[in-house]
């Protein structure tokens, strides 16, 4: 199947069915896993008792009915951070750069300002929570469930007004629909969709989603050290988020250049998840440190933060390489070494001939999608101060990984379509997609 802009739609009958299921499951779901981490220790298995015993109908009405549509204090917060973050997009100094050019042959402009945006915004919330105490610092903590309510809410609205503006006024010619409404919604109508000069997926993705997030685990801290004083696990849990945090900000322009911004639409499947996936799902493990103050003792802190700052740095070192090659055309050195480069033609849906420049050496030289294992990794360190007591505070290092290996998989897909022989070439030069396995020999 394909829309009017020449896009593929694989499994048709997997298309109808499974946006109708995450859109269904999903929401619902936040507000169960947040019940779940608050009022049951985290145990699956007391969430499924009370669901048999309750009902699901009645369990959501208790736990969701009342903040549906959030609450005044909810808005507030939203409110403000929301307009801070889009203030800040437009008036914090960065130079301009580009992103990559995009199956219609459109080249996207972006302001290079989310490093300073991050430091002015973590700075405003501890001198106004922790120095003037104009709010509490525990304050998104003690209305998580409020304002998760909101965002549900208004991010369903808010996809369904992309999917209009992508059907009628649409901010480029990377836009179109399938005509059926479900998937347009789930997927989104528009690649790259602005409103007023706002570009919506750095919005949603970075300034809000990844920006909402040191927010968050900073006043879970708070509220954890007012409950029974700040223990060590939440410190080398809050420390190894925010270097990775810090991390994406330094590298926010080479973000804009990955799959989720060049591939994935501005639909339910991204926004939604930005918007509400992200602030409860990759916080659940320190929002249930909270009530779970684990004292690891220096020994054993110290090695989980130097081992989880090693997979970040790894991470970064990985993603920078590949943006160095890119930055000087190939003429650099990886690892004090001339890298190994193979040039692989394309061409877009206006008939232009290009090329891009893939990496054979270096940490790339390990496999195509390395930097996935050290972000695996750094996950599980920043989530390990939990504890094995319940599965549920490790639900998102899982789901990450499953997130990373079907994105290699589509990664690799989409190349192979993209590149044609010269993907072949490439997979020859780094036959691992994830793991660097040994080779093993044939008989």
Request: contains cysteine.
């Amino acid at each position: 199947m394909k829309n009017n802009t020449g896009i593929h739609l694989k499994y048709p009958s997997l298309r109808r069915s499974l946006p109708v299921l995450l859109i269904l499951a999903c929401p619902p779901s936040v507000m169960l896993f947040w019940y779940a981490l608050t009022g049951l220790n985290g145990s699956v298995t007391r969430l499924a008792d009370v669901i048999i015993n309750e009902g699901p109908v009645d369990l959501l009405y208790r736990i969701w009915g009342p903040v549906f549509f959030g609450t005044p204090r909810a808005w507030m917060i939203i409110g403000v951070f929301a307009l801070s973050q889009l203030a800040m997009m437009r008036l914090v100094p960065g130079r301009a750069y580009q992103g990559p050019v995009t199956p219609a042959g459109n080249i996207p402009v972006y302001k290079d300002n989310g490093l300073a945006s991050y430091g002015v915004t973590l700075t405003l919330f501890c001198v106004l929570s922790f120095g003037f105490h104009v709010f509490s610092p525990s304050i998104i903590y003690d209305h998580f469930n409020e304002i998760l309510g909101a965002l549900n809410f208004t991010s369903l609205v808010f996809c369904l007004l992309l999917y209009v503006k992508g059907r009628f006024y649409p901010s480029s010619s990377d836009s179109g629909y399938t005509g059926n409404f479900i998937f347009d919604y789930y997927w989104g109508t528009e690649l790259y969709p602005r409103v007023l000069g706002w570009d919506v997926k750095m919005f949603t993705n970075c300034r809000f989603g990844m920006m909402g997030w040191p927010l968050i685990i900073i006043s879970f801290a708070a509220g954890q050290h007012e409950l029974y004083g700040l223990s060590d696990s939440m410190m080398v849990a809050v420390g190894l988020q925010l270097i990775y945090i810090t991390k994406f900000f330094i590298w926010e322009s080479g973000y804009m250049r990955s799959m989720d911004i060049m591939h994935d639409r501005a639909g339910f499947y991204i926004c939604w998840g930005c918007l509400v996936w992200l602030p409860m799902v990759y916080t659940s493990h320190t929002l249930y440190l909270v009530n779970h103050p684990n004292r690891l003792g220096l020994p054993l802190a110290a090695l989980i933060f130097v081992f989880g700052t090693a997979s970040i740095i790894i991470n970064y070192l990985a993603d920078r390489q590949r943006q160095v090659v890119r930055a000087s055309a190939g003429d650099c050195t990886i690892w004090g070494k001339k890298p190994v480069l193979l040039r692989a033609r394309y061409r877009t849906e206006n008939g232009e001939d290009r090329e891009n420049l893939l990496l054979a050496s270096g940490w790339w030289g390990l496999s195509r999608h390395f930097h996935y294992i050290p972000e695996i990794t750094g996950a599980f360190f920043w989530t390990v101060p939990a504890l094995f007591e319940n599965f549920l505070p490790y639900f998102y290092v899982s789901f990450l990984a499953i997130l990373l290996v079907h994105r290699s998989v589509r990664d690799d897909r989409r190349c192979s379509t993209k590149y044609g022989k010269d993907w072949d070439a490439y997979r020859a030069l780094v036959p691992h997609r994830i793991l660097p396995l040994p080779h093993r020999r044939k008989k």
